[in-house]
């Protein structure tokens, strides 16, 4: 304990920075326990808590501006690459997209609290082109919100924290085997729902070549666009003849099709 | 969702526009006021 406290203080700063870094760099890494044991040391007097908050906030920046970069260099595809790599890719285009157009750049102080789209806010932002300043300013007063947060925490908490360590300490081995075992049950249980549910959708989709061929044929199904105005905006093509439909207005009129007419849909 | 609204066979296309346009399929510029 006394060990692993003096590590802390020792190399604390420059542990948050590296973890923070990595969290807001895309990798799945928590930052939140690093930052409440952090705010403990504040507490007990071994951290200061400036510097801790501007090491946060440099390390955010510094993990986020290469985002954004390649956002406004790339463009929508980086958005889907992003996408694909992401734990839900086949929600994660849409979702962003819609808390984008609702919260515009204030979403970067949102996203901050919204699991999968922290990643993918700042090069949805660079894509939008939103301006480099203004990112910065949002992306800085998003970093402190979300490093103050946990901070304050450890520092409230800090006879609960020190006690918790301990108690980890106790079990040795156990604590870090526990950890990894709750990490690889999170994984495992998205891996299985995102399984069933490609499984699902192979089984209704229709790949480019057949719709190619139904297109071609004598019943021609009805193509429906139903991206939304964002998706749309950042790539402004349609396959010919495709009907734009905004499915997430409930008001919006459905078009009319004829009875035994197939209908296509493409959403990114 | 769109069979909630009353359509029939509903099938997404695999991959989306990227996929169509990357398979070489023909696409047009969606006007402004569209």
């Known amino acids: 304990?006394?060990?692993?406290?003096?590590?802390?203080?020792?190399?604390?700063?420059?542990?948050?920075f590296a973890n923070?870094?990595?969290?807001?760099?895309?990798?799945?890494?928590?930052?939140?326990?690093?930052?409440?044991l952090a705010g403990a040391l504040v507490a007990q007097g071994k951290l200061a808590f400036g510097p801790l908050l501007g090491v946060s906030v440099v390390a955010t920046l510094l993990g986020n501006v290469p985002w954004y970069l390649a956002g406004r260099r790339y463009g929508y595809p980086i958005l889907r690459t992003l996408c694909r790599i992401s734990i839900e890719p086949d929600s994660c285009v849409k979702r962003t997209e819609d808390i984008f157009v609702r919260w515009g750049a204030l979403s970067l102080i949102v996203g901050k609290y919204i699991p999968g789209f922290a990643t993918i806010a700042p090069p949805l932002a660079g894509a939008m082109k939103l301006g480099f300043p203004r990112f910065l300013l949002y992306t800085a007063i998003s970093a402190l919100l979300w490093a103050v947060a946990p901070i304050f925490g450890?520092?409230?908490?800090?006879?609960?924290?020190?006690?918790?360590?301990?108690?980890?300490?106790?079990?040795?081995?156990?604590a870090l085997i526990l950890a990894v075992a709750v990490v690889a049950l999170y994984i495992a249980v998205k891996s299985v729902e995102r399984y069933l549910l490609m499984r699902f959708l192979r089984m209704v989709r229709i790949s480019v070549k057949e719709l190619r061929e139904l297109l071609g044929g004598e019943t021609i199904p009805v193509v429906l666009d139903v991206r939304s105005a964002l998706a749309r905006k950042l790539d402004p093509r349609r396959i010919p003849g495709a009907i734009w439909m905004d499915i997430a207005d409930t008001h919006a009129a459905t078009v009319e099709i004829p009875p035994g007419r197939d209908v296509v849909v493409y959403c990114s | 969702m769109l069979m909630d609204r009353g359509y029939g066979r509903v099938r997404p296309l695999e991959g989306g526009l990227e996929a169509w346009i990357e398979a070489g399929g023909e696409f047009e510029q969606i006007d402004r006021q569209d």
């Open chain 1, 1 to 16: 304990m006394e060990e692993m406290t003096s590590l802390l203080a020792q190399y604390g700063l420059l542990l948050v």
């Open chain 1, 20 to 36: 923070v870094l990595l969290t807001q760099g895309g990798a799945p890494v928590p930052a939140t326990p690093m930052l409440i």
């Open chain 1, 154 to 174: 450890g520092m409230i908490f800090h006879a609960e924290v020190e006690w918790l360590l301990a108690r980890l300490e106790d079990m040795g081995a156990g």
